[in-house]
């Protein structure tokens, strides 16, 4: 992976992107390519590029531009389809320079214009600068596995792959869009285009930015998930013939992922079926040592240490893992809350930054995860708890049917009966409203949305917008309403958050890609055509991927229940060992400064939570408001005093392989 980072000069007289400014951008990226670093400039357009080389080590460099000098780019991520591509330029007559997946691109380009993107097979996040068309093209892929931002000013548009890279110039502002916050403490993340700052936007997942001559922009959607798309032969499909069709797929995308690559590629292995799956197909296109990656806990009810040792021992692998206990999380948590740019709801982003630091120490820079299986395979309780509600709705009286959440949540058939009759309240709330688009997720909003409380009057007098900015497909009310809550999933929590703030941000951090083969094209479009039937018969989550382990992983990982990974929250914070950061940005002081939370809200949260910690120590239960909220506060809180009140100046990079300057008539 690496970092990109440009300028676009418009107006009346543009005039050419300061050289130190790239610098400087690009500077703020260079954990995300520290291996080399180039600039190209001409009398409008500056380009800056970041490199962590994983393909054509020797001749992969960025900026890249075509023989001509009319088409130039700088690219982040990875076209694991390129090598099928260029055989086919090449029977079209284009010659390349280079084994990379770059210069692809820019043929690609040249040959099928914007339809091109559609071809690719891969993860991007890419600015293209064509001089014959005047133009600037900013395209990110399809579910948005990497980032890319930007941000229009009356001279200039600025992008990057992170926020941090314009916080460089002092005259940017540095402010929080007046409805961020209640955005964040409900659906856990501002929605697409918009970021938790004041003017600055993000590419929309599967979308194109297009930057006129004239400094006007476009945007376009290519792609979205198919799954208004009929599947064939329902009636006569079987659970074991689809099994086996997606297990053909997953190979593939493993196998590309493994071999589309001139550096060791490692796995991640959390204890469950996804990454199981993964590690076991990657295991057969290993040559030497393949090694593997856990976290461990010191908390038991978070560790799955003997479902990652059963597995590890299965592959024969290489196996490394690391043990993080409360004050691990809380050390790295300011760190964590900066590479994110964005508040987060849960520590869960932390152990991962850790765990990218252990595979950047044992020399990998690329490794497997299992992210995409949960959303595309219908993994998580939400899809079961609207399945139920539904199924309710139908017979609100019944007392049989309410008793199905004991079959996903097992705790409440063994609750006080006042814990039973609350937690069936709160479900049966609006349960009638199935044609509700987002009737999958209004629970989940509803719960997430009592955190508001904590923000100042001002904060949340500004509120949500009065309808929520998601686009939605035209026949989102005829898919069935198990595909609606996947897309409404993907479209939010896993674009917004999930893949930002526990994929790129914290595996970059440390400098090492993480590869998804469940995000692979093909893949993602197969399982959006599985019926809903086979994605989720009863409340048998996963079916399809459970009858495609069989072999592959151990029967006692791949029938258990599912484990959403979790990590210690709000305890990580209180008590005796707290670190001294914590009093900081919760210090009344720091608290009216942000403007943010309410401090004696706040105040009282960490009182309690303190107290309920020095009565029961580490087996303190606090409630999942409650852990979401002091979460939430403090990473609020950090990104308040790391990027808007005191930015943190970005190290100069390292040495510079290519810097082409067409304004002075330079290449060098």
Not at 106 to 116: D, T
Not at 120 to 147: M, S, Y
Not at 413 to 440: C, H
Not at 530 to 550: D, F, H, M, R, S
Request: glycine share 6%; charged share 25%.
């Amino acid at each position: 992976m690496c970092g990109i980072a440009g300028i676009f000069s418009r107006g009346s007289q543009p005039t050419p992107p300061s050289r130190e400014l790239l610098v400087q951008m690009i500077s703020a990226l260079r954990h995300r390519g520290p291996d080399a670093y180039g600039l190209y400039r001409d009398g409008v357009c500056g380009l800056a590029h970041a490199r962590l080389s994983i393909v054509d080590l020797a001749s992969g460099d960025q900026p890249m531009s075509t023989e001509d000098g009319k088409l130039t780019i700088v690219f982040n991520g990875e076209i694991y389809n390129f090598v099928e591509l260029r055989d086919e330029l090449e029977k079209r007559g284009h010659r390349f320079r280079t084994r990379s997946d770059t210069e692809v691109i820019l043929h690609a380009y040249r040959q099928w214009g914007k339809e091109c993107f559609h071809r690719f097979n891969g993860q991007w996040a890419l600015a293209l600068r064509d001089t014959a068309t005047g133009e600037l093209l900013l395209c990110r892929d399809r579910v948005g596995v990497r980032p890319l931002y930007y941000l229009c000013q009356k001279q200039r548009i600025r992008f990057a792959s992170e926020i941090k890279a314009f916080f460089v110039d002092p005259s940017v502002q540095r402010t929080v869009r007046p409805t961020a916050l209640a955005e964040t403490f409900t659906y856990w993340s501002p929605l697409t285009p918009a970021t938790f700052f004041e003017g600055i936007e993000e590419v929309s997942p599967g979308s194109f930015l297009l930057i006129h001559r004239d400094g006007t922009t476009s945007v376009k959607r290519y792609w979205e998930p198919p799954f208004s798309e009929e599947p064939a032969e329902t009636g006569s499909r079987t659970l074991r013939r689809t099994a086996g069709e997606l297990q053909e797929l997953l190979q593939d995308a493993v196998r590309l992922r493994m071999i589309r690559a001139d550096v060791p590629v490692g796995s991640y292995l959390s204890g469950g079926l996804d990454s199981s799956v993964i590690a076991a197909l990657a295991r057969e296109h290993a040559t030497g040592d393949f090694h593997t990656f856990s976290v461990r806990f010191t908390d038991p009810q978070f560790d799955e240490t003997s479902y990652q040792r059963m597995m590890a021992d299965r592959l024969g692998c290489t196996h490394h893992d690391i043990v993080i206990a409360h004050s691990d999380i809380a050390r790295v948590f300011p760190d964590v809350v900066r590479h994110a740019e964005q508040p987060l709801l849960r520590t869960a982003p932390a152990p991962l930054f850790l765990l990218s630091d252990l595979v950047r120490q044992h020399g990998i820079k690329t490794v497997l995860t299992g992210e995409g299986a949960d959303e595309f395979l219908a993994g998580y309780d939400i899809f079961r708890e609207a399945k139920i509600r539904a199924f309710w709705s139908r017979d609100p009286g019944s007392r049989m049917r309410p008793a199905l959440f004991d079959r996903i949540y097992p705790y409440l058939s063994r609750s006080p009966q006042q814990v039973r009759t609350l937690a069936l309240a709160f479900w049966k709330i609006g349960m009638e409203n199935t044609v509700d688009p987002f009737y999958s997720h209004e629970r989940r909003w509803t719960t997430s949305g009592t955190l508001r409380r904590f923000l100042t009057r001002d904060v949340a007098a500004a509120g949500l917008p009065g309808e929520l900015p998601l686009l939605l497909p035209n026949d989102f009310t005829a898919f069935d309403p198990l595909k609606r809550a996947q897309y409404i999933e993907i479209a939010t929590f896993f674009s917004q958050y999930l893949l930002s703030a526990q994929g790129d941000r914290m595996l970059m951090a440390h400098s090492v890609e993480g590869r998804f083969p469940f995000l692979d094209a093909r893949v993602m479009e197969y399982c959006c055509r599985i019926p809903a039937a086979q994605l989720l018969p009863g409340l048998k989550e996963k079916a399809v991927l459970k009858t495609l382990g069989t072999g592959l992983v151990p029967d006692a990982i791949r029938t258990r229940p599912k484990q959403p990974y979790r990590a210690p929250d709000a305890l990580c914070f209180v008590g005796p060992d707290a670190p001294d950061w914590v009093d900081e940005v919760l210090a009344p002081e720091t608290l009216v400064s942000s403007g943010f939370f309410e401090p004696t809200m706040v105040a009282g949260l960490h009182d309690k939570l303190t107290l309920s910690f020095l009565r029961n120590g580490q087996n303190a239960s606090p409630s999942n408001a409650d852990n979401m909220a002091m979460v939430g506060i403090l990473s609020a809180q950090l990104l308040y005093t790391t990027m808007i009140s005191n930015p943190a100046a970005a190290a100069a990079p390292g040495s510079w392989r290519l810097t082409v300057d067409i304004q002075n008539g330079v290449a060098a």
